[in-house]
């Protein structure tokens, strides 16, 4: 009876221990050691949870609408501008910067790839993210009205 009680105590620890390193995201560089499925435009993500940005360490998250970390890798979208939210021009803004990057939270948990490489003025990555069903996220965010084409004619949401 007690060592069941304890198996059972173990399983559980283990389970908790794994879902607290998944979400922390110090399981994604495993990613790379296990078959992925690849094209031409390299592996994809498998779904899973994509959490937001936030502390100082920064492996695998969301920033805002149109940045993020992939593997301790900062990048950007190449063809959107998202509102921002860590210094936004009004409270709209904010309020649409937040809907966007929670949007983009979502639409990666679903599987993604990043395609691209060159580096912008602030050295991150410039990619595009194409969904697990093969729609560019951008475009998505676009449509959804969440963001705007890149370069832009200025900042739509405080207008």
Known sequence: MIRDAVSVATVFAVMVGVGVAREQGWLDHLDRLLPTQSQST??????????LCSGSVRVTCVVDGDTGWEAGTKWRM???????????G???EKSM???ATRRLQSL??????LQGGGLD???RRLVSVT?????????VL?????????PNSGNKWCG
């Open 131 to 139: 969904l697990a069903n093969g729609r560019d996220a951008g475009e």
């Open 121 to 123: 003025r602030y050295g």
């Open 97 to 99: 910067g937040d809907r």
């Open 42 to 51: 390299g592996p994809r993500s498998a779904a899973r949870y994509i959490p």
């Open 78 to 88: 190449t063809s959107i501008d998202a509102p921002e939210v860590s210094k936004p």
């Open 108 to 113: 990666m948990s679903g599987g993604y790839s």
């Open 142 to 150: 676009m449509a959804e009205g969440l963001a705007q084409r890149w």
């Open 90 to 92: 009004c409270a709209a």
